[in-house]
């Protein structure tokens, strides 16, 4: 079946360092491709997504391409910020059934420190 | 536009007990989810319905979960008897169709004793 595949964490930055998070697929067909974040006591936010091979997602800073060669979508941020530190889960939608359930990764934590 | 709702946020029971979870998904919207996500893991869908009907309950344990959208809009969702390994955060989403983003609600962090 589908599955989505993301570094380990927890990582830890410094203010102003840029972020890379890992992210990898497993799913036939043309999955639609998310970056969700939680922030602490707070549910699950669409952070962005790509819908076909070659797009790129953005918002709030990060971005994210769609890259069906690599069958990759990983999330980057050029300078983060404390109010960064958050879970973020790598997810896809749509795959190998057509089917349109969220499935996730396992989540990233990321800590920013000042 | 009101987000998605969820009661109560947080449930402590014993084993064996029963317990229900309420959802109200953004109005207006025809698909809503109900996802478990275990402590370090990322959600995993338990139940899809489009309007009050169900579209994929392959992963829900039927022999103690149990979930309803009665009337298309609100809906419960019950696990009788509880086992330890419930302990959980119950998730619903809700989305204005398939294939439209999925909007998540805060929550119900159910601990099982």
């Known amino acids: 079946g589908d599955s989505v595949t993301q570094m380990e964490g927890p990582v830890t930055l410094s203010e102003e360092a840029f972020l890379t998070i890992n992210c990898t697929y497993t799913?036939?067909?043309?999955?639609?491709l998310f970056w969700y974040v939680q922030y602490p006591g707070e549910g699950l936010q669409l952070l962005l997504k790509a819908t076909k091979a070659d797009d790129k997602g953005s918002n709030k800073g990060f971005e994210a391409t769609y890259r069906k060669e690599t069958t990759s979508f990983h999330l980057e941020k050029g300078s983060v910020q404390v109010s960064d530190s958050a879970v973020y889960f790598c997810?896809?939608?749509?795959?190998?059934?057509?089917?349109?359930?969220?499935?996730f990764g396992k989540g990233t934590r990321l800590s920013v420190i000042a | 536009e009101a987000g998605v709702a969820q009661s109560p946020r947080y449930k402590i029971i014993e084993k064996r007990q029963s317990v229900a979870f309420w959802c109200n998904p953004i109005s207006g919207h025809a698909t809503l989810y109900w996802y478990q996500q275990i402590l370090g893991q990322g959600p995993k869908l338990l139940i899809q319905f489009q309007n009050n009907g169900v579209v994929d309950d392959s992963q829900l344990p039927k022999d103690r979960f149990s979930a309803e959208r009665l009337k298309g809009v609100d809906s419960t969702l019950k696990i009788q008897p509880a086992k330890l390994e419930d302990s959980a955060v119950y998730l619903c989403?809700?989305?204005?169709?398939?294939?439209?983003?999925?909007?998540f609600g805060p929550g119900t962090r159910l601990l099982v004793l």
């Open positions: 997810a896809l939608s749509g795959g190998t059934s057509g089917n349109t359930p969220l499935v």
């Open positions: 989403a809700s989305s204005s169709s398939f294939q439209e983003t999925q909007y």
């Open positions: 799913a036939t067909g043309y999955p639609s």
